[in-house]
């Protein structure tokens, strides 16, 4: 079991930052990967950005490459997702998630997640 508490969400100018954190506790793996997702309102969960736990390869999504970027801490047992020249459609509830299996930017394959923080760029 994996237990994850995101923290770090709020509300934002267009062009300002935020730093989201995912604490992560019980049993974790170097083979499991981070992800983060976003929802934003009426619409499905989507994927955001993404790292291997052990050597920290990290993916991202087309629509946040060059502002937003994934890191952890081993020693911490955290992740963070830093964002930068935030945009109105960012707006969305972001989660971290979990995924034992490795690789992946589908959001039905992570097996845990967080309850999520909203975040929120105003224009």
């Known amino acids: 079991q994996v237990q994850l508490v995101e923290s770090g969400g709020g509300l934002v100018q267009a062009g300002g930052s935020l730093r989201l954190s995912c604490a992560a506790s019980?049993?974790?793996?170097?083979?499991?990967?981070i992800g983060w997702f976003r929802q934003p309102p009426g619409k499905e969960r989507e994927f955001v950005a993404g790292?291997?736990?052990?050597?920290?390869?990290?993916y991202y999504a087309d629509s946040v490459k060059g502002r937003f970027t994934v890191s952890r801490s081993s020693a911490e047992n955290t992740a963070t997702l830093q964002m930068n020249s935030l945009k109105p459609e960012d707006t969305a509830v972001y989660y971290c998630?979990?995924?034992?299996?490795?690789?992946?930017?589908?959001?039905?394959?992570?097996?845990?997640w967080g309850q999520g923080t909203q975040v929120t760029v105003s224009s």
């Open positions: 998630a979990v995924n034992r299996g490795g690789y992946s930017t589908m959001h039905r394959e992570y097996d845990y």
């Open positions: 019980g049993r974790t793996a170097s083979g499991y990967h």
């Open positions: 790292i291997r736990w052990g050597v920290g390869n990290t």
